[in-house]
């Protein structure tokens, strides 16, 4: 798993003002091999807005 800070500075660059996309948290989550609760955790942590869930995971 990756390192909690690299997480957060990966969602904080792919967020656009204070937004970021299911596919995207999820196609990240993925890639940093970070389970789906612990990313939306980590977005709620930075005041991250999931938008236009897809699976009802956020």
């Not at 800070?5 to 890639?31: H, N, W, Y």
């Not at 991250?48 to 995971?57: F, Q, S, T």
């Amino acid at each position: 798993m990756t390192e909690k800070g690299t997480v957060l500075q990966k969602i904080k660059e792919l967020s656009k003002g204070g937004k970021l996309s299911c596919t995207d948290a999820r196609k990240l989550a993925k890639d940093l091999d970070v389970p789906l609760g612990e990313m939306a955790d980590l977005c709620n942590e930075i005041k991250i807005k999931i938008y236009a869930c897809e699976l009802g995971c956020f």
